[in-house]
Protein backbone atom coordinates (compact mmCIF):
# COMPACT_ATOMS: atom_id res chain seq x y z
CA UNK A 1 0.00 0.00 0.00
CA UNK A 2 1.22 3.49 -0.73
CA UNK A 3 1.41 5.82 1.78
CA UNK A 4 0.52 9.51 2.12
CA UNK A 5 3.63 11.65 2.74
CA UNK A 6 1.80 14.68 2.45
CA UNK A 7 -1.48 16.53 2.26
CA UNK A 8 -1.68 19.34 0.26
CA UNK A 9 -4.55 21.22 -0.25
CA UNK A 10 -4.64 23.77 -3.31
CA UNK A 11 -6.80 27.07 -4.02
CA UNK A 12 -7.24 27.77 -6.99
CA UNK A 13 -8.33 31.63 -7.30
CA UNK A 14 -11.40 31.48 -9.58
CA UNK A 15 -13.65 33.91 -7.53
CA UNK A 16 -16.62 32.90 -10.04
CA UNK A 17 -19.34 30.75 -10.58
CA UNK A 18 -22.02 29.66 -12.88
CA UNK A 19 -24.06 28.77 -9.93
CA UNK A 20 -25.58 31.20 -6.99
CA UNK A 21 -26.03 28.94 -4.19
CA UNK A 22 -27.54 31.32 -1.04
CA UNK A 23 -25.03 29.87 1.31
CA UNK A 24 -21.82 30.30 -0.91
CA UNK A 25 -18.93 31.63 0.78
CA UNK A 26 -18.47 33.74 -1.81
CA UNK A 27 -21.87 34.83 -1.93
CA UNK A 28 -22.13 35.63 1.58
CA UNK A 29 -19.44 38.43 1.02
CA UNK A 30 -21.08 39.10 -2.48
CA UNK A 31 -16.66 38.87 -3.76
CA UNK A 32 -18.44 37.11 -6.52
CA UNK A 33 -16.02 38.99 -9.59
CA UNK A 34 -14.78 37.65 -12.86
CA UNK A 35 -11.54 36.70 -11.83
CA UNK A 36 -10.69 33.25 -13.36
CA UNK A 37 -7.50 31.56 -12.88
CA UNK A 38 -4.97 31.45 -15.30
CA UNK A 39 -1.58 30.35 -14.63
CA UNK A 40 1.50 31.61 -15.53
CA UNK A 41 3.42 28.84 -15.61
CA UNK A 42 3.19 25.76 -18.03
CA UNK A 43 2.08 22.69 -16.21
CA UNK A 44 4.98 20.76 -16.76
CA UNK A 45 6.61 23.30 -14.59
CA UNK A 46 4.17 22.99 -11.59
CA UNK A 47 4.61 19.24 -11.98
CA UNK A 48 8.22 19.78 -11.44
CA UNK A 49 7.61 22.33 -8.52
CA UNK A 50 5.71 19.57 -6.63
CA UNK A 51 7.67 16.58 -7.64
CA UNK A 52 7.73 13.66 -5.35
CA UNK A 53 11.25 14.71 -5.44
CA UNK A 54 10.76 17.52 -3.90
CA UNK A 55 7.35 16.49 -1.42
CA UNK A 56 9.39 13.59 -0.26
CA UNK A 57 6.72 11.44 -1.66
CA UNK A 58 3.78 10.26 -3.08
CA UNK A 59 1.04 13.14 -1.95
CA UNK A 60 -2.81 13.72 -1.63
CA UNK A 61 -3.68 17.21 -3.06
CA UNK A 62 -7.13 18.84 -2.84
CA UNK A 63 -7.82 21.27 -5.74
CA UNK A 64 -10.57 23.87 -4.81
CA UNK A 65 -11.73 27.25 -6.11
CA UNK A 66 -12.98 30.21 -4.33
CA UNK A 67 -15.81 29.69 -7.21
CA UNK A 68 -16.05 26.45 -9.41
CA UNK A 69 -13.12 24.85 -9.69
CA UNK A 70 -13.25 23.71 -13.66
CA UNK A 71 -14.23 26.68 -14.73
CA UNK A 72 -10.73 27.34 -15.44
CA UNK A 73 -9.73 25.05 -18.52
CA UNK A 74 -5.74 24.92 -16.88
CA UNK A 75 -6.76 22.95 -13.69
CA UNK A 76 -7.60 20.00 -16.23
CA UNK A 77 -3.74 19.74 -17.20
CA UNK A 78 -2.11 20.88 -14.19
CA UNK A 79 -4.68 17.75 -12.56
CA UNK A 80 -3.14 15.23 -15.76
CA UNK A 81 0.55 16.34 -14.71
CA UNK A 82 0.51 16.09 -10.66
CA UNK A 83 -1.25 12.66 -11.89
CA UNK A 84 1.75 11.36 -14.44
CA UNK A 85 3.83 12.65 -11.25
CA UNK A 86 2.25 9.52 -9.45
CA UNK A 87 0.25 11.78 -7.07
CA UNK A 88 -3.50 11.28 -5.75
CA UNK A 89 -5.71 14.46 -6.59
CA UNK A 90 -9.26 15.29 -5.66
CA UNK A 91 -10.95 17.99 -7.48
CA UNK A 92 -13.97 19.74 -5.52
CA UNK A 93 -16.71 20.77 -8.35
CA UNK A 94 -20.54 21.22 -8.77
CA UNK A 95 -20.70 18.76 -11.66
CA UNK A 96 -21.95 21.16 -14.04
CA UNK A 97 -19.12 21.57 -16.03
CA UNK A 98 -19.64 18.49 -19.05
CA UNK A 99 -17.17 19.89 -21.46
CA UNK A 100 -13.98 19.85 -18.98
CA UNK A 101 -15.38 15.81 -17.71
CA UNK A 102 -15.62 14.96 -21.38
CA UNK A 103 -11.54 16.66 -21.57
CA UNK A 104 -11.06 14.39 -18.32
CA UNK A 105 -12.70 10.86 -19.35
CA UNK A 106 -9.87 11.30 -21.80
CA UNK A 107 -6.84 10.29 -19.37
CA UNK A 108 -5.30 7.54 -19.57
CA UNK A 109 -7.02 4.89 -17.34
CA UNK A 110 -4.12 4.42 -14.77
CA UNK A 111 -4.61 7.66 -13.76
CA UNK A 112 -8.36 7.99 -13.46
CA UNK A 113 -7.67 5.75 -10.48
CA UNK A 114 -5.70 8.14 -8.79
CA UNK A 115 -8.30 10.83 -9.19
CA UNK A 116 -11.43 11.73 -6.98
CA UNK A 117 -14.22 13.88 -7.60
CA UNK A 118 -16.14 15.90 -4.69
CA UNK A 119 -19.46 16.32 -6.43
CA UNK A 120 -20.95 18.86 -4.38
CA UNK A 121 -24.84 18.45 -4.67
CA UNK A 122 -26.18 22.32 -4.73
CA UNK A 123 -29.67 20.68 -5.05
CA UNK A 124 -32.19 23.96 -5.35
CA UNK A 125 -29.38 25.12 -8.39
CA UNK A 126 -29.69 22.19 -10.20
CA UNK A 127 -33.41 21.82 -10.25
CA UNK A 128 -33.44 25.82 -10.82
CA UNK A 129 -31.01 25.80 -13.90
CA UNK A 130 -32.54 22.06 -15.14
CA UNK A 131 -28.69 20.53 -14.91
CA UNK A 132 -29.91 17.89 -12.65
CA UNK A 133 -29.82 15.00 -15.25
CA UNK A 134 -26.13 16.48 -16.55
CA UNK A 135 -24.98 16.88 -13.08
CA UNK A 136 -25.76 12.59 -13.01
CA UNK A 137 -24.43 12.24 -16.24
CA UNK A 138 -21.12 13.65 -15.27
CA UNK A 139 -21.05 11.53 -12.16
CA UNK A 140 -21.65 8.35 -13.89
CA UNK A 141 -19.28 9.10 -16.46
CA UNK A 142 -16.53 9.81 -14.25
CA UNK A 143 -17.11 6.72 -12.72
CA UNK A 144 -17.08 4.75 -15.94
CA UNK A 145 -13.80 6.05 -16.30
CA UNK A 146 -12.58 4.65 -13.17
CA UNK A 147 -12.56 7.52 -10.96
CA UNK A 148 -14.07 7.97 -7.67
CA UNK A 149 -16.17 10.26 -6.10
CA UNK A 150 -18.76 11.29 -3.55
CA UNK A 151 -21.59 13.47 -3.24
CA UNK A 152 -22.05 15.66 -0.26
CA UNK A 153 -24.58 18.59 0.67
CA UNK A 154 -24.11 21.56 2.18
CA UNK A 155 -27.12 21.33 4.61
CA UNK A 156 -28.87 24.66 5.04
CA UNK A 157 -32.26 25.05 6.84
CA UNK A 158 -33.98 26.21 3.19
CA UNK A 159 -32.82 22.49 1.96
CA UNK A 160 -35.08 21.09 4.89
CA UNK A 161 -38.38 20.84 2.78
CA UNK A 162 -36.89 19.04 0.34
CA UNK A 163 -34.94 16.29 2.31
CA UNK A 164 -36.70 13.46 0.79
CA UNK A 165 -36.80 14.60 -2.64
CA UNK A 166 -33.18 14.47 -2.24
CA UNK A 167 -32.76 11.20 -1.06
CA UNK A 168 -35.03 9.74 -3.58
CA UNK A 169 -33.11 11.24 -6.01
CA UNK A 170 -29.89 10.23 -4.73
CA UNK A 171 -31.32 6.89 -4.33
CA UNK A 172 -32.07 6.55 -8.20
CA UNK A 173 -29.02 8.03 -9.71
CA UNK A 174 -26.16 7.27 -7.30
CA UNK A 175 -27.71 4.31 -5.50
CA UNK A 176 -26.70 5.63 -2.00
CA UNK A 177 -27.53 8.55 -0.14
CA UNK A 178 -25.14 11.59 0.02
CA UNK A 179 -23.19 12.47 2.47
CA UNK A 180 -23.18 15.42 4.12
CA UNK A 181 -21.02 17.99 5.29
CA UNK A 182 -21.61 21.19 8.39
CA UNK A 183 -22.50 24.45 6.33
CA UNK A 184 -20.66 27.59 7.85
CA UNK A 185 -20.88 31.70 8.47
CA UNK A 186 -17.62 33.22 7.04
CA UNK A 187 -17.93 35.08 10.43
CA UNK A 188 -15.31 35.56 13.08
CA UNK A 189 -16.23 32.39 14.87
CA UNK A 190 -17.31 30.61 11.70
CA UNK A 191 -20.76 29.48 13.35
CA UNK A 192 -22.92 26.96 11.86
CA UNK A 193 -24.74 28.15 8.73
CA UNK A 194 -28.12 27.58 10.37
CA UNK A 195 -30.85 29.34 12.36
CA UNK A 196 -31.33 26.69 14.23
CA UNK A 197 -29.44 25.16 17.51
CA UNK A 198 -26.49 23.33 16.68
CA UNK A 199 -28.21 20.39 18.70
CA UNK A 200 -32.03 20.92 16.34
CA UNK A 201 -29.39 20.96 13.26
CA UNK A 202 -27.70 17.65 14.74
CA UNK A 203 -30.85 16.08 14.49
CA UNK A 204 -32.69 16.86 11.88
CA UNK A 205 -29.62 16.18 9.24
CA UNK A 206 -28.44 12.99 10.78
CA UNK A 207 -30.95 10.92 9.56
CA UNK A 208 -28.75 10.78 6.20
CA UNK A 209 -26.27 8.23 8.47
CA UNK A 210 -23.53 10.04 7.23
CA UNK A 211 -20.08 9.60 8.51
CA UNK A 212 -18.76 12.97 7.15
CA UNK A 213 -21.57 14.89 9.47
CA UNK A 214 -21.12 12.66 12.23
CA UNK A 215 -17.43 12.81 12.38
CA UNK A 216 -17.52 16.36 11.80
CA UNK A 217 -20.21 17.54 14.37
CA UNK A 218 -17.73 15.89 16.80
CA UNK A 219 -14.85 18.53 16.17
CA UNK A 220 -16.97 21.49 14.44
CA UNK A 221 -16.99 24.24 17.31
CA UNK A 222 -13.97 22.94 18.90
CA UNK A 223 -10.49 24.95 19.55
CA UNK A 224 -7.60 22.47 18.54
CA UNK A 225 -4.74 22.34 21.63
CA UNK A 226 -2.93 19.83 20.68
CA UNK A 227 0.30 19.44 18.57
CA UNK A 228 -1.47 19.96 15.14
CA UNK A 229 1.52 19.00 12.32
CA UNK A 230 0.00 21.09 9.72
CA UNK A 231 2.81 23.18 7.81
CA UNK A 232 4.79 20.21 7.48
CA UNK A 233 2.57 17.15 7.16
CA UNK A 234 -0.33 18.98 5.46
CA UNK A 235 0.49 22.75 3.84
CA UNK A 236 -2.14 25.25 2.43
CA UNK A 237 -0.96 26.21 -1.23
CA UNK A 238 -2.53 28.82 -3.55
CA UNK A 239 -1.28 27.30 -6.57
CA UNK A 240 -1.49 29.86 -9.01
CA UNK A 241 1.14 31.93 -6.59
CA UNK A 242 2.50 29.43 -5.46
CA UNK A 243 2.54 31.11 -2.10
CA UNK A 244 2.57 27.98 0.49
CA UNK A 245 1.08 28.42 4.14
CA UNK A 246 1.20 26.28 7.06
CA UNK A 247 -2.41 26.38 7.32
CA UNK A 248 -5.52 29.22 6.50
CA UNK A 249 -3.52 30.35 9.51
CA UNK A 250 0.37 30.25 10.80
CA UNK A 251 3.21 31.89 8.65
CA UNK A 252 4.23 31.35 4.88
CA UNK A 253 6.90 28.94 4.52
CA UNK A 254 8.04 29.20 0.79
CA UNK A 255 6.81 29.82 -2.73
CA UNK A 256 7.03 26.68 -4.98
CA UNK A 257 7.96 28.68 -8.28
CA UNK A 258 10.84 30.35 -6.42
CA UNK A 259 13.37 27.84 -7.13
CA UNK A 260 12.06 24.72 -8.26
CA UNK A 261 15.25 22.92 -8.04
CA UNK A 262 15.67 24.01 -4.67
CA UNK A 263 14.24 21.97 -1.70
CA UNK A 264 10.81 23.31 -0.08
CA UNK A 265 10.64 24.49 3.35
CA UNK A 266 8.33 22.85 6.17
CA UNK A 267 7.47 23.63 9.55
CA UNK A 268 4.85 22.07 11.73
CA UNK A 269 2.29 25.36 13.50
CA UNK A 270 2.61 22.99 17.00
CA UNK A 271 0.45 23.89 19.25
CA UNK A 272 -0.01 27.67 17.55
CA UNK A 273 -3.19 27.04 15.25
CA UNK A 274 -4.98 29.99 15.36
CA UNK A 275 -8.19 28.82 14.05
CA UNK A 276 -11.10 29.20 16.37
CA UNK A 277 -11.97 25.57 15.06
CA UNK A 278 -10.65 23.01 12.85
CA UNK A 279 -13.57 23.31 10.21
CA UNK A 280 -11.41 21.42 7.42
CA UNK A 281 -10.75 18.57 10.28
CA UNK A 282 -12.52 16.03 7.79
CA UNK A 283 -9.78 16.02 5.54
CA UNK A 284 -6.66 17.39 8.02
CA UNK A 285 -7.16 15.22 11.40
CA UNK A 286 -8.90 12.26 9.81
CA UNK A 287 -5.41 11.95 7.57
CA UNK A 288 -3.33 12.46 10.71
CA UNK A 289 -2.22 15.99 11.83
CA UNK A 290 -2.59 15.89 15.27
CA UNK A 291 -1.79 12.05 15.62
CA UNK A 292 -2.82 11.35 18.85
CA UNK A 293 -6.45 12.26 18.07
CA UNK A 294 -8.56 8.98 17.00
CA UNK A 295 -10.49 9.61 14.37
CA UNK A 296 -12.04 7.46 11.41
CA UNK A 297 -9.88 7.13 8.21
CA UNK A 298 -10.86 9.71 5.46
CA UNK A 299 -12.06 6.46 3.30
CA UNK A 300 -14.88 6.28 5.52
CA UNK A 301 -16.13 10.17 4.95
CA UNK A 302 -16.19 9.79 1.70
CA UNK A 303 -17.46 6.34 0.81
CA UNK A 304 -20.65 5.18 0.13
CA UNK A 305 -22.10 1.17 -0.86
CA UNK A 306 -24.57 1.56 -3.71
CA UNK A 307 -27.16 -0.68 -4.06
CA UNK A 308 -25.79 -3.31 -6.47
CA UNK A 309 -22.98 -3.70 -3.71
CA UNK A 310 -20.35 -1.18 -5.77
CA UNK A 311 -18.57 1.58 -3.83
CA UNK A 312 -18.24 5.03 -4.95
CA UNK A 313 -14.29 4.77 -4.41
CA UNK A 314 -12.04 2.13 -6.36
CA UNK A 315 -10.43 0.09 -4.03
CA UNK A 316 -6.89 1.97 -4.93
CA UNK A 317 -8.29 5.49 -3.72
CA UNK A 318 -9.79 3.56 -0.69
CA UNK A 319 -6.74 2.31 0.34
CA UNK A 320 -4.76 5.48 -0.29
CA UNK A 321 -7.37 7.49 1.55
CA UNK A 322 -6.71 5.14 4.89
CA UNK A 323 -3.25 6.43 5.16
CA UNK A 324 -2.97 8.20 7.93
CA UNK A 325 0.23 10.63 7.81
CA UNK A 326 2.11 9.46 10.75
CA UNK A 327 3.22 6.19 9.02
CA UNK A 328 5.44 8.12 6.42
CA UNK A 329 6.47 10.55 8.64
CA UNK A 330 8.42 10.52 11.87
CA UNK A 331 7.18 12.30 15.32
CA UNK A 332 8.53 15.13 17.28
CA UNK A 333 9.72 14.42 21.14
CA UNK A 334 8.89 17.01 23.47
CA UNK A 335 12.18 19.39 23.26
CA UNK A 336 11.62 19.43 19.34
CA UNK A 337 7.98 20.35 19.77
CA UNK A 338 9.05 22.77 22.60
CA UNK A 339 11.69 24.68 20.22
CA UNK A 340 8.95 24.61 16.89
CA UNK A 341 6.31 26.30 19.63
CA UNK A 342 8.71 29.12 20.89
CA UNK A 343 9.47 30.00 17.11
CA UNK A 344 5.85 29.97 16.21
CA UNK A 345 4.74 31.92 19.43
CA UNK A 346 5.58 35.73 17.97
CA UNK A 347 3.29 35.55 15.12
CA UNK A 348 0.23 33.90 17.64
CA UNK A 349 0.73 37.15 19.40
CA UNK A 350 1.28 39.57 16.54
CA UNK A 351 -1.83 37.74 15.25
CA UNK A 352 -4.40 38.30 18.54
CA UNK A 353 -2.69 41.87 18.46
CA UNK A 354 -3.93 42.55 15.04
CA UNK A 355 -7.53 41.36 16.10
CA UNK A 356 -7.73 43.29 19.17
CA UNK A 357 -7.03 46.17 17.20
CA UNK A 358 -9.79 45.36 14.48
CA UNK A 359 -12.35 44.41 17.13
CA UNK A 360 -11.73 47.37 19.28
CA UNK A 361 -12.05 49.80 15.83
CA UNK A 362 -15.47 48.17 15.06
CA UNK A 363 -16.21 49.31 18.20
S1 LIG B 1 -21.45 25.96 -6.82
FE1 LIG B 1 -19.99 26.31 -5.17
S2 LIG B 1 -18.85 28.15 -5.81
FE2 LIG B 1 -20.70 28.04 -7.07
S3 LIG B 1 -22.19 29.33 -6.00
FE3 LIG B 1 -22.50 27.21 -5.31
S4 LIG B 1 -21.24 27.01 -3.44
FE4 LIG B 1 -20.55 28.86 -4.55
S1 LIG C 1 -5.81 22.24 13.89
FE1 LIG C 1 -6.71 22.27 11.84
S2 LIG C 1 -6.92 24.44 11.31
FE2 LIG C 1 -5.48 24.30 13.03
S3 LIG C 1 -3.47 24.24 12.08
FE3 LIG C 1 -4.12 22.12 12.44
S4 LIG C 1 -5.08 21.50 10.51
FE4 LIG C 1 -4.96 23.73 10.48
Request: glycine share 4%; with cysteine.
Amino acid sequence: MEKMKRFIDCYIPTETCNFRCHYCYITQHRKFNSNLAKFDYEPEVIRKALSKKRLGGVCMFNICAGGETLLSEDVIKITEQLLLEGHYVMIVTNGSMTNRFKEISKFDRKLMSHLFFKFSFHYLELVRMNLLEKYFENVKLMEECGASYTIEITPTDELEPYIDEIKEVCLKYVGALPHITIGRKDSEDIPPLTQHSFEEYKKIWKEFNSEMFNFKSTIFGEKRKEFCYAGDWSVYLNLMSGEMRQCYCGKVLDNIYKNVDKELKFAPIGNCCGMPHCYNGHAFLTFGDIPELETPTYDKLRNRVKKDGKEWLSDEMKSFMQSKLKDANAELDSSKKNIINLKNQPIIILKKIKRKLKNEKKK
